[in-house]
């Protein structure tokens, strides 16, 4: 694997459970091997990475307990884990959840609360967990949004509410 800009002498490696999704993502970037596997039962050895990411998809996954537990496995001694994920519970304004109510319902029976997440990281074995919220505003036109909208499968949220809340 071909060290990556932005980190040189780092290997870069993809996860993601459909090839769908790493399809899209090979499309991004061609420095990271892109590997279809499951979060919770992670095809790599113990203590195979410095550091560890998920970008906005621990809503996503079944057995969450299991995948905290394997990133822990999979992290050397002094790894360490980032996550970063929205906060339904903190942004129940958000135009997603204004248009479409079900998605709003939905995230908050998917996304564990920051303190649910946080006791189950220090329960794992990780410390030093912290959380910070990083509120995020954009100002895009309602149209611009609408387009967005439209295009259901861009956006998770969208796709996981029945078509008639859609």
């Not at 204004?98 to 794992?124: G, H, V």
Request: charged share 25%; with cysteine.
């Amino acid at each position: 694997v071909a060290d990556h800009p932005r980190v040189p002498f780092a290997r870069l490696i993809g996860l993601d459970r459909f090839k769908g999704m790493l399809h899209q993502a090979q499309k991004k970037s061609r420095d990271i091997r892109w590997i279809q596997g499951d979060g919770a039962s992670l095809p790599f050895r113990d203590a195979s990475f410095g550091f560890v990411t998920s970008q906005y998809s621990f809503h996503h996954v079944q057995h969450k307990p299991l995948m905290i537990a394997e990133v822990f496995c999979a992290l050397r001694p002094g790894g360490r884990f980032v996550m970063s994920n929205i906060s339904p519970r903190d942004m129940p304004g958000w135009a997603i959840y204004r248009f479409f109510p079900a998605a709003w319902e939905k995230d908050l029976r998917d996304f564990p609360p920051k303190e649910e997440i946080q006791s189950l990281l220090r329960k794992t074995g990780f410390e030093n967990v912290r959380m910070e919220l990083l509120p995020r505003t954009s100002e895009k036109p309602l149209q611009a949004f609408a387009e967005n909208a439209r295009q259901r499968i861009h956006v998770s949220q969208l796709v996981t509410i029945s078509d008639a809340d859609y």
